[in-house]
């Protein structure tokens, strides 16, 4: 079962900052929050990472909160490009090379003209 | 370079027929994964390989075999095709553990 919780869809003005939640309350001390995202029929994208910073690349920024239960991914000048669905996912590290990632519905979201 | 390619785009099949799903990636990354994704449900691991020549289970192995006999290929094959396996199929492939990066996916029906 996905250990993350998102929204099922947001929308987002285009030029504006897309702020997508990610609820994480099980995560343990050693696991990562990965953001992917899909655009339609494509295969996913890797956006970004993180363990307890806060991240930021070319693509978008990651927020952890503290106590790491929540996690936030944000677009700073979302396009209509960023129309995607947004995955959030914890990285299990479980014994050995058996580290998967496990896939939730994630968030669809929307920019608008 | 090309990423990570997948081979074919669309495949049809009927029930019982075999078939092999080619990935192939050329920044000669260690690991390499299968995946597939239904409505309604996020990806799910099928087969995943950390090197050439090894293979192991993902979350849903069962119906299918996979083989890494050279390091930038990782084959994912159905022996006897049941209609539950219809799917879009995805590889990816990564340096480490961290950033994957997926193939356009391979739409398979099977009736």
């Known amino acids: 079962d996905a250990k993350t919780t998102q929204p099922t869809s947001m929308d987002c003005a285009e030029g504006r900052a897309a702020n997508l939640p990610c609820n994480h309350s099980?995560?343990?001390?050693?696991?990562?929050v990965y953001w992917y995202r899909q655009i339609h029929s494509q295969g996913p994208q890797y956006i970004i990472h993180?363990?307890?910073?806060?991240e930021t690349n070319e693509m978008a920024s990651l927020i952890i909160t503290e106590d790491r239960k929540s996690s936030t991914l944000i677009l700073p000048h979302a396009t209509l490009r960023d129309t995607a669905v947004y995955y959030c996912i914890v990285r299990v590290a479980n014994a050995g090379n058996n580290r998967k990632l496990i896939w939730g519905l994630g968030t669809s979201l929307a920019v608008n003209p | 370079n090309a990423g990570v390619t997948q081979t074919p785009k669309f495949r049809v099949l009927k029930t019982g027929q075999s078939m092999t799903l080619l990935c192939a990636q050329d920044m000669n990354h260690e690991y390499m994964y299968w995946y597939r994704q239904d409505p309604g449900m996020g990806l799910r691991l099928i087969h995943y390989?950390?090197?050439?020549?090894?293979?192991a289970k993902g979350e849903v192995p069962d119906g299918y075999n996979v083989s890494r006999l050279k390091k930038q290929n990782f084959l994912l094959g159905l022996e006897s095709a049941a209609p539950s396996q219809t799917s879009v199929y995805f590889c990816?492939?990564?340096?480490?553990?961290?950033?994957?990066?997926f193939g356009p996916g391979t739409r398979l029906t099977v009736t």
């Open positions: 993180g363990l307890k910073n806060n």
């Open positions: 099980t995560i343990s001390g050693n696991e990562y």
């Open positions: 390989s950390v090197g050439e020549g090894t293979t």
């Open positions: 990816a492939s990564s340096y480490s553990f961290n950033e994957q990066y």
